[in-house]
């Protein structure tokens, strides 16, 4: 059974800056895609970025296009997403997700995380 581990989150001051980490235990043919999501309380989950294994392809939310990047470490199995200019609307718990496909729709994501906290906060 896959296995992902979130790490990072916490709390922030507006404009600043996290660094989410999405560790596979291993990787398989059904996890050609790596995505994160956010939840808030009251809230749909929602597609935030989402990276390929293999060609690297991105994709971001609207939301969040211009602060937020993901990237991957094949060798490490890990997909990281690195959030700058953090505002309020960016507090949700962020979960990550690995699917066969590239997808905004959560349910077609096989595995998931345990979700990490990110609260921006003055």
């Known amino acids: 059974q896959v296995q992902l581990v979130e790490s990072g989150g916490g709390l922030v001051q507006p404009g600043g800056s996290l660094r989410l980490s999405c560790a596979a235990s291993?990787?398989?043919?059904?996890?050609?895609?790596v995505a994160w999501f956010r939840q808030a309380p009251g809230q749909e989950r929602s597609l935030v970025a989402s990276?390929?294994?293999?060609?690297?392809?991105?994709y971001y939310a609207d939301s969040v296009k211009g602060r937020f990047t993901i990237s991957r470490e094949s060798a490490k199995n890990t997909v990281y997403l690195q959030m700058n200019s953090l505002k309020p609307g960016d507090t949700a718990v962020y979960y990550c997700?690995?699917?066969?496909?590239?997808?905004?729709?959560?349910?077609?994501?096989?595995?998931w995380g345990q979700g990490t906290q990110v609260t921006v906060s003055s």
């Open positions: 997700a690995a699917g066969a496909q590239m997808t905004r729709t959560a349910g077609a994501y096989d595995y």
């Open positions: 291993e990787r398989t043919t059904s996890m050609l895609n």
């Open positions: 990276i390929t294994w293999r060609l690297g392809l991105t």
